[in-house]
């Protein structure tokens, strides 16, 4: 059985619809150890002959067998499979990677092999010694004469030892003395049992070989055998597959480097538009914690104010008053988790304190709780004992200008409540000073025992209309603590309860900052959309520069999804650059801001987390992966013809 055989092979071209016949049935036998020249004048079809046998052009009629199994059927990756395992082409172009050194090229056809890295190496070294350029294998191609070149095309033609080496025009380009040393070489090849294909259009290279097989105007006019075929057995060959990830990232790093500066602007200019987003983003988180720093340190961060209330009740003093919170609503607040403790509440709206001859309107008057901070009593202690009173800085000057005095003093406390029977009813009662407060919150503060003493003084009953829910854990178990607080719902399916007081606050002003970052934030990501305009229009410039080395690769035996993996490695390793250097200046900036600012506020302004360090790399993967999508879909679409005849 012949080891490759050709069965009346026929292929047109068209122009129109003008059909023009390029071979015109060509039948075949080639077996090992065979060094077969194909002569003929230009234009004649060896090179199309050459492309159908080297698995490059399946589009023909008729059929090419391997040990006896069709070609003719074989899909795009088998197709692959075979140039990979079966064929190895020496160009008359030489067709050589130039950003690689020559070991490189060589080394290429074997990533697809199972050898280690190190054997690799040794493999392909021992490949360049045998073509005598055992000297050069750190240099590239621009480095070397065209006979050197075609050593090299020759050693990467045998990296991955296949059983047939098709090489068109090998001497082509070649003076008299380079020639004679490249048939050496081949003629050594055939003397291993390898089949070697030549096509020529020289008489004295097609008497270099074993056999002469004559074409003319399509056809094989004349087959002539010079000398017997070596008869040694070939080698068993070595385990072949398709690229690895690890190997598609290796060479797209390595045409990284190639294209350095380049490479460094598109770096550069997508790094500006993540660095933007991850700068506005530590912006709001800084801003936000220095708000509610400042909030938290009047009051207690972990106990918040509730009110019963519907979503539209409003949260201002006149609907607290209206509000009255059941022994069965604090239960349902005692449940919810993470809340440790719940306190009853009420408040008063204009108290009137009468020191001596002086009167002073407060705004508020409040049972004291945990949302209050004991470290903003700056005189005498806070109101827990029965009718004491708790007074803000702010109150107690205008009624002493010596106010620390008031410490201890009595005072009288008058409010207006509504009685019983709807109609609004005056208290009074005498109370001592316990403390003044220097809280910016005007509050006037007494204990839940003292006014609901008022209020049974004057035959009445205090009703809760407000409570402190006491919440464990840290700061942030704050926030979800209170969203599940107001998700809670009535009877009717509508929801109970409102956050009053800083924690209403500190909520809101968080929302709205959340929102002016992440709009400040968009508006920087638009220099992402910029970026990725950009990674576009470099990668189809990549793939129009690297057609030729697409082509390569494709005869190589490199599958349509290498090609395309090799595009989305270079847009996920530019993606992934930029982000981690935008990182970084990011942190630097924050750094240096932080270290000018904390002299001023005492503060970290800028706050960039993890999340949002983690958020900008992966955003700019992914923009740089999508920006990738047609120029990779586009570089393996190539045809390996179409691409080695590039320019």
Known sequence: MALLELKDIQKSYYLGKEEFKVLKGISLKFNHGEFVSLLGESGGGKSTLMNIIGGLDSNYQGDVLLDGNSLRHDTDKQLDEYRRKTIGFIFQNFNLIGHMTILDNVRVALEMSDLSRAEQNKRSETLLKRVGLGDHIHKHPNQLSGGQKQRVAIARALASDP????????????????????????????????????????????????????????????????????????????????????DTFRMAFQQMTYNLKRNLLII????????????????????????????YDQINPNSVQVTKGKADSGTDASAILKSNVTSKDIDKLDNVKNVKSVEKGSMAVSPQLTYKDKNVQGQVLQTYNSTMLEKSIKQGDKPTKKNTVLLPKSIAQKMQSNYKALVGKKINLAFAATGKNGQPIQMSQKVTVSGISDSASPVIAVSYDTLKSIYKDNNQTLKTNFVTANIKGGVAEVQPTQDKIKAL????????????????????????????????????????????????????????????????????????GNVRGLFFSEALLLGLFSSISATIVAYL?????????????????IQITAGNAIFGIVVAIIINLLAAMLPASRAAKLDPIESLSAE
């Open 163 to 246: 059983d047939i080496i098709i090489a068109d025009e090998p001497t082509g380009a070649l003076d008299a003395q380079n020639t004679d040393e490249i048939l050496k070489l081949l003629d050594e090849i055939a003397s291993e049992g390898k089949l070697v294909l030549t096509v020529t259009h020289s008489d004295k290279v097609a008497a270099y070989g074993t056999r002469i097989v004559h074409m003319a105007s399509g056809k094989i006019d004349s087959d002539k055998q010079l000398r017997d075929p070596y008869q040694t057995e070939p080698s068993s060959g070595m385990k072949l597959h398709p690229l690895r990830m690890v």
């Open 268 to 295: 550069f200019g997508g790094a500006i538009g993540i660095f933007s987003v991850i700068f506005m983003l530590g912006l709001g988180n800084g801003i936000k914690g220095y708000i509610n720093h400042q909030i």
């Open 489 to 560: 719902k009535d009877s009717n399916g509508k929801k109970d309860f409102q956050i009053t007081g800083a924690g209403s606050i500190v909520s809101t002003l968080n929302t709205y900052i959340s929102l002016a970052v992440n709009v400040l934030a968009a508006i920087a990501g638009i220099s992402l959309l910029v970026s990725a305009i950009m990674i576009i229009v470099v990668l189809y410039i990549s793939v129009a520069e690297r057609t030729k080395e697409i082509g390569i690769l494709r005869a190589l035996g490199v599958t349509k």
């Open 589 to 605: 900036i924050e750094w240096g801001i932080n270290s000018a600012a904390s002299g001023a506020i005492h503060y970290s302004i």
